[in-house]
C-alpha cells in the first residue's frame, strides 16, 4: 500500500475529517476539513422572504448560542445572487465580525439580527391595539369620557411594535383589546 502526505493550502485546524486509517483515496475525494481560526466567518439562510431586504454592508447584532451568550457586532459582507437555486448553500448570507478580538470557534452556532431599516422619535403601538376593518386600519382613543375611532397609517412593523405614520398623536390615550 503506497502512503501520501497531504498538506493544506493554509495555516490552520483540522475541524473534521472524512475518511479513517486505511482508508483508499480517490482523485478530488475531500478528505478533511482545514479553518483558518483567525478568519472565521458566521452563515446563516435567511427566510426567503426577508432576502430582498438585506444588502452588503448592513450591520447586524451577532448572539452566541454558546454558554458565553457574547454579543457583538457584524456586517454583511456576502448575499446569494439570484433566487433559484433549491441548494441551501447557495442561499447563505456571510458575516463577518467587525467588534475586535471576538474569539470564534468552527461549531459555534448564534443568533443574528440584521436591521433592514430603524427609525428614531416615532410613534408605535403594540400589534393589540390596532384594530383592521375593510383594510382600513384604526385605533381607538379616550378623549374624556368619549371614545373616538382614528384610522392611522401604519409603517414599519416587528411582531411587538407597528410604526404608526399619520393619524395619531404622541400623548393620546389608545385603548388596546
Same mark, same amino acid.
Request: hydrophobic fraction near 40%; aromatic fraction near 4%; avoid cysteine.
Given at each position: 500500500m503506497? $502512503?501520501? @502526505? %497531504? +498538506?493544506?493550502?493554509?495555516?490552520?485546524? /483540522? &475541524?473534521s475529517l472524512a475518511i479513517t486509517t486505511g482508508s483508499q483515496v480517490n482523485a478530488f475525494q475531500m478528505v478533511a476539513t482545514v479553518v483558518d481560526l483567525n478568519a472565521l466567518e458566521l452563515t446563516a439562510i435567511p427566510k426567503t422572504e426577508d432576502v430582498p431586504f438585506i444588502g452588503i454592508g448592513q450591520t447586524a447584532i451577532i448572539k452566541l448560542n454558546d454558554a458565553r451568550g457574547e454579543i457583538f457586532e457584524? &456586517? #454583511?459582507?456576502?448575499i446569494p445572487v439570484g433566487t433559484s437555486s433549491q441548494n441551501a448553500i447557495d442561499q447563505l448570507i456571510h458575516f463577518q465580525t467587525t467588534t475586535p478580538d471576538v474569539k470564534l470557534s468552527a461549531s459555534v452556532t !448564534?443568533? %443574528?439580527? /440584521? $436591521? !433592514? *431599516?430603524? +427609525?428614531?422619535? /416615532?410613534?408605535?403601538?403594540?400589534? !393589540? !391595539?390596532?384594530?383592521?376593518?375593510?383594510? @382600513?386600519?384604526? #385605533?381607538? =382613543?379616550? *378623549?374624556?369620557?368619549?371614545? +373616538?375611532? &382614528?384610522? =392611522? #397609517?401604519?409603517?414599519?412593523?416587528?411582531? *411587538?411594535? =407597528? @410604526? %404608526?405614520?399619520?393619524?395619531? @398623536?404622541?400623548?393620546?390615550? /389608545? =385603548?388596546?383589546?
Open positions: 503506497k $502512503s501520501n @502526505e %497531504i +498538506k493544506a493550502g493554509m495555516d490552520g485546524q /483540522v &475541524v457584524g &456586517v #454583511v459582507h456576502g !448564534a443568533t %443574528i439580527l /440584521v $436591521s !433592514a *431599516e430603524s +427609525k428614531t422619535n /416615532v410613534l408605535w403601538l403594540p400589534p !393589540a !391595539a390596532i384594530r383592521t376593518y375593510q383594510g @382600513e386600519s384604526y #385605533v381607538l =382613543i379616550q *378623549e374624556g369620557d368619549t371614545v +373616538k375611532r &382614528v384610522n =392611522i #397609517v401604519l409603517g414599519l412593523q416587528t411582531p *411587538e411594535r =407597528i @410604526e %404608526i405614520v399619520a393619524g395619531l @398623536e404622541a400623548g393620546q390615550k /389608545v =385603548i388596546g383589546q
